[in-house]
């Protein structure tokens, strides 16, 4: 079946020449799959944006290999809307041939301003439907809803009843991609054309999937309500406290509707509640919304993310979207397991995340390099989080942002302290994600990234320390338009009082944008004695002081559009064994050797076949790491440690949260 890429693929055949120039403004090039492919055929993706950084990799990595005689075959992509190629320098004028790729070639008969908007990974399907049902000519409402149809399944003129309407929105809000905020506003114009929904807050629970599961929380308790031995229908909405508006009985016992329920107690997306005088059978899809303290509900929780985690097992062609939402799960049973006391799930967990982790080794080998020149519209690297930033705040208008660095908290242990979050501000609003952290997951390469917005290469005289992260902070804001008096970063953070010590780093009528290090969960880490159990009981013990709720509470205060993530997370590992090597490696940690060469390196992995030979993608071109996987570790044989460093999902991919405060 041709796809999209084929079209633009047809153009890129080796050895034809060494230097393409490819003007891209859809940024399609960079899409996951077409970047993989590329790479599979030999071609390496430059992006073109700051001409200094261009020039050092360009020079750097590619003239010396021509000068030597090799061959390449180099891709420098243009992204700029309007850029024309002719603005690139001179000698990449002289040397490459030129390329134009973009949306309205590919969908002619599309809105333009409509499909920009789209995730690329949703393109197969518009594709696909194009070619299947090809469309007349078609402005901006009814590209809408071609896409709404064919792409997201829902035909919204068809929408005329509760369980339809729920049942979309349960399909959209329960899906790794958001809806695009084009397409929200005109399935809400459609939707509001129908007396039924009238009362209904389509404005809000639309577009925003954490406002509408905050809509289904507070009614889950209403429905309960129709189950009590009295059986008596409340009608009083204030009696429940409901805050958004709409009907307050909601068919949940619906076969379409219920299949959902369950998985959205089970990965957290709704709470269970208390629920006195009700009687339900131990096997009642009712059960898991229903808050008990038994030890036999805790069982069967646990058992069905177990069997959830297992369905969900992302496969060898997965796209690191289908990582990061399967991640997600596999946090919810990490932490309710190494919260437990059951040696039983520990040993199943542990098993399954060996087979896990061999899997995700084999899709990172293939797919990581891919994901570098991604957009950075939802964060893939920890490098496109601060681009994120400054992009929300072109196009928000607030001009304020904080990003709050957590140093070594895992996705697992982030699942452990958001309830706490939530108990000490009710009115906190927490929008979840996850994303890669760099490899080798070390704190001076991944964290470095995020304060620079750049991958390693590009800081190799500072990649063994973190001495330069608030210069290379301030040297991106400055290249978004602020001055370095604007730009504030503050790191050793995590005891104390909040307020006082935010005080100290920022002025809040001047400060636009803040960079915050909270180390606290990496020292404990780095002391842990008592593995992943040990971790998580520490980490929900520093949290219950408040100074991270208070943190991000002032923050708020303030003004700033508040994110949260981490440079890496981490994952109990047994010594097998530590390299004797001298000091040829540069970095000699518990999870990762660093190697100036790729000799010396393989000179070592011989010895350790649980280790692998990373290759430097992204990373300076002397930096050469042997990486741990799995639960294995470069110590003593038998020892056992929380470490960091390897490519373990639990290290990998980590938390993403943007926060806000409830309005109504």
Known sequence: ?????????????????????????????????????????????IEFSDPVEFRYAYESKYRSIWDRGEHTDLVVVLRLQDAELESLPYDLLQAGRKLSFNLGDLFPNLSYPVIEKLDRSL???????????????????ATQDFILRHVFGIAAELIDSEVELLRALLRLHYGPLPLPLMLAERLIQVLKGYAEFKSWPLSEIVPDDKTFFAFLQERWPVFLSKLSSANQLQEDSMEYGLQYPGPNHLPFDHQDI?????????EGKLIPVEAKGIEVEAG??????????????????????FSLVEKEWPTAEARYSDWTAFALKWAELSSRVHCGNSTEHQTRLRAIGDALNTTFAGWLADHYSSLINLPPTHPA????????????????????????????????????????????????????????AWIPTLTSVSRQSIFSGKPPLYFPSSIHSTHSEEKLWKQFWEGHGLSRLDVAYQR????????????????????????LVVDKVDKIMHGMQLGSAGMHNQIKQWCQGGFLAALVGQLL????????????????CSGQG???????????????????????????????????????????ADYFPLVASGHDAFIKMGETIVGHGGIAIEEVIVPLVKFARRTR
């Open 1 to 45: 079946m041709i796809s999209w890429r084929d079209v633009i693929l047809n153009d890129f055949v080796p050895n034809v020449s060494k230097l393409t120039l490819v003007a891209d403004p859809d940024c399609l090039l960079t899409e996951e799959k077409l970047a993989l492919e590329l790479r599979g055929r030999g071609f390496d993706l």
């Open 123 to 141: 393109l197969d399907a518009l594709f696909e439907a194009q070619r299947k049902s090809p469309p007349d000519r078609m402005g901006d409402n």
């Open 258 to 266: 219920k299949i959902y329920l369950d998985n959205l107690f089970l």
């Open 284 to 305: 009642s899809w009712v059960r898991s919304g229903i808050a008990t303290s038994g030890v036999d509900d805790e069982e069967q929780r646990i058992t069905r993310l």
């Open 381 to 436: 690297l920890l490098h496109h989080v601060p681009r994120r930033l400054a992009r929300d705040i072109e196009d928000s208008g607030n001009s304020r942002a904080a990003l709050i660095v957590v140093d070594g908290l895992a996705l697992d242990q982030w699942v452990t302290i958001r309830p706490l979050l939530q108990k000490q501000d009710a009115h906190l609003i927490m929008r979840e994600s996850a994303t890669f």
């Open 492 to 515: 050793g953070l995590g005891d104390g009082d909040a307020s006082r010590v935010l005080d100290a780093a920022i002025h809040p009528g001047k400060t636009q944008v803040v960079g």
């Open 557 to 572: 205060e303030y003004g700033y559009a508040v994110w949260l993530t981490s440079d890496h997370g981490n994952i109990q």
């Open 578 to 620: 530590r390299p004797s090597e001298g000091v040829i490696a540069e970095t000699r940690g518990e999870r990762v050797r660093v190697y100036p060469t790729s000799e010396l390196r393989a000179q070592v992995a011989g010895s350790f076949p649980f280790a692998h030979e990373w290759p430097p993608v992204g990373l300076p």
